[in-house]
Nanobody
Framework: VQLQACGGGLVQAGDSLTLSCAAS????????MGWFRQAPGKEREFLAV????????NYADSVKGRFTISRDNARNTVYLQMNSLKPEDTAVYYC?????????????????WGQGTQVTVSS
């Protein structure tokens, strides 16, 4: 399974940005899909996850109410809509796939990772 994340860029505080992650080579609808980020000198941080079935979602407290994860199984794509961006949101953002299809918040449970896309938020 290959994951290709895109949509990052340089924005100002308060702006919005939508990341996309396209999957190929597997059965996308079977996977739980998550978004993580990693800032320089920090550990990779869980942001959001959407499961394979009901599409239930879960968010980190740091982004709850500002970020929205969604998926389009027909397009094999997962999205992360990010609103009210803050400078502390600056990081490399990664999408990941969990073959079990669950809603895991731990990066240990993810089997496939995208290459990451840089998001920089200026103050």
């Amino acid at each position: 399974v290959q994951l290709q994340a895109c949509g990052g860029g340089l924005v100002q505080a308060g702006d919005s940005l939508t990341l996309s992650c396209a999957a190929s080579g597997g059965t996308f609808s079977r996977y739980g899909m998550g978004w993580f980020r990693q800032a320089p000198g920090k550990e990779r941080e869980f942001l959001a996850v959407i499961n394979r079935g009901s599409g239930s979602t879960n968010y980190a407290d740091s982004v709850k109410g500002r970020f929205t994860i969604s998926r389009d199984n027909a397009r094999n794509t997962v999205y992360l809509q990010m609103n009210s961006l803050k400078p502390e949101d600056t990081a490399v953002y990664y999408c990941a796939a969990d073959r079990r299809g669950f809603s895991s918040t731990s990066f240990y449970n993810y089997d496939y990772w995208g290459q990451g896309t840089q998001v920089t938020v200026s103050s």
